[in-house]
């Protein structure tokens, strides 16, 4: 149940985030299931977004029919509970007094006028507002899988609660090969034999190109790390860490903290001690 309950911690996250969010109820996940979903276009020309999801919908999106439209034939088609809806969006929030505004790749649920009020299917954060989108675009597919299995649970136990989610839960990461990036790190903790005197497993240190490989594969040994920090941008926040099964989008570890000079925007020492107990 705490490896089940796990794959909810990103829709957890994006609560806390987006005040306003109203999660999908069992009979609107229902309706999604039969529903077509809308890729909404991103209207910015210098994003590579617009490529970047097609290719990966095309890929990995099983769940239900879809197509791709622009922001204006969103205005029209979100009236209807016949439509789900993938989409960008922005959310702020304000940790430590300081103001964090974060992209979010949304699924929801059409039928109100207003975007708040649509019902929520599996949210994710994706990064901070104004960190390069380099930083996600290459893990498109498996926040996709994820956003699935999410759906998938929620219609397999309509009186699941978001608030019975196990915060430590660390199933199955020391059985799986660990696959981090090295700029994801601590500087003065970012080799593998650093990395093993305090977490004694499989840890690889790889590209965004081979986490893309594995995610597309589907590979069933590799956990990789989606983190969710300011990259410089601002001065303070936080940094979310969540370790993500390549094969069904599980999370199997989340945790948050906030940005200091002992503590910067990294997966820290701290957290690979976490996941080996």
Not at 216 to 242: E, S
Request: include cysteine; aromatic fraction near 10%; charged fraction near 25%.
């Amino acid at each position: 149940m705490k490896k089940i309950l796990a794959i909810i911690a990103f829709t957890i996250i994006a609560l806390q985030i987006r005040a306003q969010i109203t999660f999908a109820t069992a009979d609107e996940v229902k309706l999604f299931l039969k529903s077509t979903t809308y890729i909404v276009e991103d209207g910015d020309p210098m994003s590579s977004f617009n490529d970047s999801i097609k290719a990966a919908m095309k890929k990995f999106w099983t769940i239900t029919p879809y197509e791709v439209i622009t922001a204006d034939q969103f205005e029209t088609k979100k009236l209807s509970s016949a439509n789900s809806f993938i989409m960008l969006s922005e959310a702020e929030q304000t940790e430590d007094k300081v103001v964090c505004t974060y992209n979010f790749l949304n699924l929801i649920l059409g039928g109100n006028k207003d975007l708040n009020k649509m019902p929520d299917l599996g949210s994710v954060p994706l990064s901070y507002v104004n960190v390069d989108e380099s930083t996600y675009l290459y893990k498109l597919g498996g926040l996709l899988i994820f956003m699935q299995t999410h759906v998938k649970y929620a219609s397999e136990h309509p009186n699941s609660k978001l608030t019975l989610i196990n915060k430590d839960s660390k199933t199955d990461i020391k059985t799986k090969e660990l696959w981090l990036l090295k700029e994801e790190l601590p500087a003065d903790f970012n080799t593998v034999e650093k990395i093993q005197t305090v977490y004694p497993y499989t840890v690889k240190l790889v590209t965004k190109e081979e986490i893309n490989k594995a995610i597309a594969d589907k590979n069933p040994n590799v956990v990789y790390l989606h983190k969710v920090g300011p990259a410089g941008t601002i001065t303070g926040g936080k940094c979310w860490k969540f370790l993500v099964t390549a094969k069904e989008g599980e999370v199997l570890y989340y945790d948050s903290h906030t940005i200091s000079d002992t503590e910067p925007d990294v997966f820290l020492k701290k957290d690979f001690k976490a996941i080996s107990k």
